[in-house]
């Protein structure tokens, strides 16, 4: 990979940055918002809902326009739709208002983050490809973390609304950056071949040094019969490729963000004090900045599907050690960390396998539709979860149905293993 190439991931990766101050900034802001209109857990609740919800709806219906009208431009657009949602969520005077703009800028969010995804698969070399698709995801990670510091001073100094106010600027500088620097996609240029795409093919492979064009190649067959809706995941021997990313989906994002949400609770459930149950999930998320780095730097030397299912299994495997560290504070920080490293790499690494299972015309709308069966898991899981312990179910038991839940991941990324790759 040249300079060029990795100055997209660059970016690509300072997007997702972006995106994870984004959509945690009502995590952030929770209590104060709370505090200041006086709002229940419940009202709380569906204003944490609200920006899932929003990624769900944009990974599904904006992301796929990517294949109709390019990376870039969709990119852009959601950046201008976020920059607006965070902006205007300065200014809110209502809990209502603050949650329809949340679903507003998730919208843009879920845009970016199946586009930006599909644009660092393209421009990446085939050995290192799982590494920048994985250094993207860890992005995420940063944005959280920095986003959590950096919420924490504003919101003493300015107030609550500064924090959604510093996002939405950050995303509108952003915008110049991809108008300026952010390339269209090579593949997408040969595939659907748009006004002037040969030009902008020209210049991009120079750039990439690769050979000048001086015609466009014709359009390749695939793009021909490739049907404009959401058929096109199946058939040609996409069905059972789209089923199984949809299935792992769901389950990895399920099982981890039950794990991720509501660890601190259980342990305290469990008989640790709040503190320590907070110091706990404290070092689980440390250890998934370090996971999506990890499974990324093992994919350029191992298939990375293998390595996927390798890091499921050591999940379930350190998701039921922990299930008996519970009333063992410094056993349970350590497992934590790890455990956090192995399941945010589980995750990451689909967003490896993911684009790596469509052609160049349809990766767009397979890579966006599966993070929405993803975002359906994380929304629901914490319902479930809820349900469960109303119910009467103890931490212990809800950390051994985790478990199961990443075993059964196991067996979708498996059979996608004996699939043959895309183009």
């Not at 050979?211 to 040609?236: A, D």
């Not at 990324?296 to 560290?325: D, E, Y």
Request: glycine letters at 10%; charged letters at 10%.
């Amino acid at each position: 990979m040249n300079a060029f190439q990795w100055l997209v991931v660059a970016i690509c990766i300072c997007l997702n940055i972006i995106d994870g101050f984004d959509v945690l900034v009502m995590a952030f802001t929770a209590s104060a918002v709370a505090k200041e209109w006086s709002l229940s857990g419940a009202q709380i609740g569906l204003l944490l809902s609200s920006g899932l919800f929003g990624m769900a709806a944009g990974s599904l219906i904006l992301a796929p326009q990517a294949d109709k009208f390019g990376r870039k431009p969709v990119i852009l657009l959601s950046l201008v739709v976020v920059s607006a949602g965070m902006i205007l969520s300065s200014f809110s005077t209502s809990a209502v208002m603050l949650g329809i703009l949340r679903f507003i800028t998730g919208v843009g969010i879920g845009g970016i983050l199946a586009s930006s995804n599909v644009l660092t698969s393209e421009y990446s070399s085939a050995k290192w490809r799982s590494f920048t698709i994985s250094l993207q995801s860890a992005g995420y990670g940063i944005g959280a973390t920095g986003g959590g510091l950096v919420s924490m001073y504003l919101i003493e100094a300015y107030g609550w609304q500064s924090v959604f106010l510093f996002g939405g600027l950050l995303s509108t500088a952003f915008i110049f950056v991809v108008w300026l620097c952010l390339p269209e996609s090579l593949e997408f240029l040969l595939s659907q071949q748009p006004k002037g795409a040969l030009g902008k093919a020209q210049k991009l492979t120079a750039k990439l040094a690769l050979p000048r064009m001086e015609s466009l190649p014709p359009k390749p067959q695939h793009t021909l019969q490739t049907s404009s809706g959401f058929g096109s995941l199946f058939g040609q021997g996409n069905t059972m490729p789209t089923l199984m990313i949809w299935a792992a989906f769901f389950l990895v994002m399920f099982a981890f963000y039950c794990i991720l949400s509501w660890t601190p609770k259980l342990l305290t459930g469990a008989g640790m004090t709040a503190e320590q149950g907070i110091s706990v999930g404290i070092w689980m998320n440390i250890g998934s900045m370090f996971g999506a780095i990890f499974i990324g730097f093992l994919g350029t030397r191992f298939n990375i599907k293998t390595v996927h299912a390798v890091f499921l299994l050591l999940t379930a495997l350190l998701t039921l050690s922990f299930a008996q560290s519970l009333s063992q504070l410094t056993l349970a920080m350590a497992l934590a960390f790890f455990l956090g490293s192995f399941a945010n790499g589980s995750v990451a690494g689909l967003y490896a396998v993911a684009p790596t299972l469509y052609e160049s015309a349809n990766r767009a709308r397979g890579v966006g539709t599966a993070i929405t069966f993803g975002r359906a898991g994380s929304i629901v899981s914490p319902m479930i979860i809820g349900f469960l312990l109303d119910a009467g179910w103890q931490p212990v038991s809800l950390f051994y149905l985790n478990a199961a839940v990443f075993a059964l991941a196991i067996a979708a990324v498996w059979k996608l293993k004996q699939l043959k790759p895309a183009g």
